[in-house]
């Protein structure tokens, strides 16, 4: 019997408490506008927060969910939004502002202004607690997104999310059991776990997408699946370590069958680049781009 939404949200121990505002700055940069927010979490924990948003909007407008990446460089979290990292041919937060979106990036556990900690201590004292450090990050992401929706520059019918590597699956999995989300786009990081397993592939994973007892009752590709008939684009370089061809495959399979099932085909799409590894090109940021001007500000 396939997972449904709520048992993924139980197995994830995802909370969908919004974070809470406890300090702003804005000022103007290269066209845009860059907000730096502070939040603390239902824990209490302070979470830095970057938002971009075009500099003149008129009423409400679409916004991104933004999860940036690991690449084992705790020191940018959020910063991602603003600064880019290796992976990515530049910055989005700039670009997001200047085709007419607000965009808001936290630091996830261990990352930027939440690095006191390393990845292994809060995965292992998430794990001793019955929980996992993934679940704590889907919550903050949660509450993210809750927030962005009170906001009066954001449309909440039009939210949407975005990420590249660990925040590409932090995007699919929020979507799966967040409704909220009316559309998502992830690059680098979809591929079927059990295959990962079988040939050693997973270990090239930090241990924060550890989720103890996740692989015995529902996959990747089943997850990506509860995010239809909502649209998604998921976009992947074929010579990618990470997610090796066999490991696409099967969680493609199994993702395209239940947009099937939802008479949504044409609201999952895909593309595949040969001799791309982990890392974004222009035909992926083109595609990104698109698709969510297609799917959120054409609402």
Same mark, same amino acid.
């Given at each position: 019997?396939?997972?449904?939404?709520? $048992?993924?949200?139980?197995?994830?121990?995802?909370?969908?408490?919004?974070?809470? %505002?406890?300090g702003?700055? @804005?000022?103007?940069?290269?066209?845009?506008?860059?907000?730096?927010?502070? +939040?603390?979490?239902?824990a #209490?924990?302070?979470?830095?927060?970057?938002? @971009?948003?075009?500099?003149?909007?008129?009423?409400?407008?679409?916004?991104?969910?933004?999860?940036?990446?690991?690449?084992? $460089?705790?020191?940018?979290?959020?910063?991602?939004?603003? *600064?880019?990292?290796?992976?990515?041919?530049?910055?989005?937060?700039?670009?997001?502002?200047?085709a007419?979106?607000?965009?808001l990036?936290?630091?996830?556990? @261990? +990352?930027?202004?939440?690095?006191?900690?390393?990845?292994?201590?809060?995965?292992?004292?998430?794990?001793?607690?019955?929980?996992?450090?993934?679940?704590?990050m889907?919550? *903050?992401?949660?509450?993210?997104?809750?927030?962005?929706?009170?906001?009066?520059?954001?449309?909440?019918?039009?939210? #949407?999310? +975005?990420?590249?590597?660990?925040?590409?699956?932090? =995007?699919?999995?929020?979507?799966?059991?967040?409704?909220?989300?009316?559309?998502?786009a992830?690059?680098?990081?979809?591929? *079927?776990?059990? @295959?990962?397993?079988?040939?050693?592939?997973?270990?090239?994973?930090?241990?924060?997408?550890?989720?103890?007892?996740?692989?015995?009752?529902?996959?990747?590709?089943?997850? #990506? #699946?509860?995010?239809?008939?909502?649209?998604?684009?998921?976009?992947?370089?074929e010579?990618?370590?990470?997610?090796?061809?066999l =490991?696409?495959? $099967?969680? %493609?399979?199994?993702?395209?069958?239940?947009?099937?099932?939802?008479?949504? =085909?044409?609201?999952?799409?895909?593309?595949?680049?040969?001799?791309?590894?982990?890392?974004?090109?222009?035909?992926? $940021?083109?595609?990104?781009?698109? +698709?969510?001007?297609?799917?959120?500000?054409?609402?």
């Open positions: 019997m396939a997972i449904t939404t709520e $048992r993924l949200r139980a197995l994830l121990g995802v909370s969908d408490s919004a974070l809470l %505002l406890r702003a700055r @804005t000022e103007e940069r290269g066209g845009y506008r860059l907000e730096r927010l502070t +939040f603390s979490n239902c #209490g924990e302070p979470i830095r927060g970057l938002l @971009t948003r075009p500099l003149k909007l008129d009423g409400s407008a679409p916004a991104i969910v933004y999860a940036h990446a690991h690449g084992g $460089r705790y020191d940018i979290g959020a910063s991602e939004l603003i *600064d880019g990292r290796p992976e990515l041919l530049g910055p989005l937060g700039p670009v997001f502002a200047h007419g979106f607000v965009t990036a936290i630091d996830m556990p @261990t +990352f930027g202004e939440r690095a006191g900690e390393t990845e292994s201590a809060a995965a292992k004292r998430a794990h001793w607690y019955g929980k996992s450090l993934f679940g704590q889907l919550s *903050d992401q949660a509450g993210a997104l809750a927030y962005l929706t009170t906001r009066s520059d954001v449309d909440a019918r039009r939210v #949407g999310m +975005f990420g590249m590597s660990m925040g590409a699956t932090l =995007a699919y999995w929020l979507a799966a059991v967040e409704p909220r989300l009316a559309a998502i992830h690059l680098c990081c979809f591929a *079927d776990f059990a @295959t990962l397993v079988e040939t050693g592939a997973h270990d090239l994973h930090g241990v924060y997408l550890t989720v103890p007892g996740l692989l015995a009752e529902t996959s990747t590709g089943e997850i #990506g #699946g509860l995010v239809a008939p909502r649209p998604q684009l998921i976009c992947l370089g010579d990618d370590a990470l997610t090796p061809p =490991a696409i495959e $099967r969680a %493609l399979q199994e993702t395209r069958a239940a947009y099937a099932n939802a008479k949504a =085909a044409r609201a999952l799409e895909v593309l595949t680049q040969p001799g791309i590894g982990h890392m974004e090109t222009q035909p992926m $940021r083109e595609a990104v781009l698109a +698709f969510l001007a297609r799917t959120l500000k054409a609402g």
